[in-house]
């Protein structure tokens, strides 16, 4: 059973499409993250959900927009895509979120390719 | 804004050999982790360090944090081809809700 699963696995689309990537887990976590990873393997937060409440909203442009429907689930919708969304986005969760010796358990990522 | 900067950014070696990474930052961190990656995965935790000066090992793995807790060394000994990857030591932030800083990666190649 995988703890973190995230859909597509990998996207391919055109500049200014609309497109969503889903994450869940079925860890019983009341934390959920998106993070991308660039060309460059660097690893940077965007958003934390905790609860369905959304916690930590970093320096994102407002065409990201995440979703938590119930906290088992965090996805993640990006309008008008453009070349620099180029990326690898991984999804993760935690038990509770806030700890000082939190573990993070992330998804596989969906490697995103805007053209 | 707080970095964690490694060192070496890329390391190729044959396997036997020892070797150290280096995470480095001017920032204290409540704790430290050294997450590993490999490609077409997502990272997964290695260990959590939480006082200065802490040492843990697992295995063959040795991570150090340092006394000011704005450091950390992973050192791996006798380097086997399994151990070939992205690793990545991640800060845990003191601000508010306390979020995982990344530090910039070293990707480590070990060969037959």
């Known amino acids: 059973d995988t703890a973190v699963s995230q859909t597509p696995k990998y996207l391919v689309t055109q500049m200014g499409n609309d497109k969503s990537i889903k994450c869940e887990q079925n860890?019983?976590?009341?934390?959920m993250y998106w993070y991308k990873q660039d060309s460059k393997k660097f690893l940077k937060i965007m958003f934390s959900?905790?609860?369905?409440?959304?916690?930590i909203n970093e320096t994102v442009p407002n065409r990201f927009s995440p979703k938590s429907p119930d906290k088992a689930h965090l996805n993640l919708h990006i309008n008008s895509l453009e070349l620099g969304d180029s990326a690898v986005y991984f999804c993760?969760?935690?038990?509770?979120?806030?700890?000082?010796?939190?573990?993070?358990?992330f998804g596989s990522g969906t490697q995103l390719s805007v053209l | 804004t707080q970095l964690l900067e490694q060192s070496p950014q890329f390391l190729s070696i044959q396997e036997g050999e020892n070797l150290t990474v280096y995470c480095n930052s001017s920032?204290?961190?409540?704790?430290l982790q050294w997450y590993r990656q490999e490609p077409g995965e997502g990272p997964v935790l290695l260990v959590t360090?939480?006082?200065?000066?802490e040492v843990k090992k697992l295995k063959r793995l040795t991570f150090q944090f340092g006394d000011a807790r704005k450091d950390s060394s992973l050192h791996i000994t006798a380097a086997q081809p399994g151990d070939t990857g992205l690793y990545l030591c991640?800060?845990?932030?003191?601000?508010?809700?306390?979020?995982?800083?990344f530090g910039t990666g070293t990707r480590l190649l070990v060969s037959p």
């Open positions: 991640a800060g845990v932030s003191n601000t508010g809700f306390q979020k995982l800083v």
């Open positions: 360090v939480v006082t200065g000066g």
């Open positions: 920032s204290v961190f409540s704790s």
């Open positions: 993760a969760s935690s038990q509770v979120g806030g700890k000082t010796n939190e573990k993070l358990f």
């Open positions: 860890l019983g976590h009341d934390t």
């Open positions: 959900y905790n609860n369905k409440e959304l916690i």
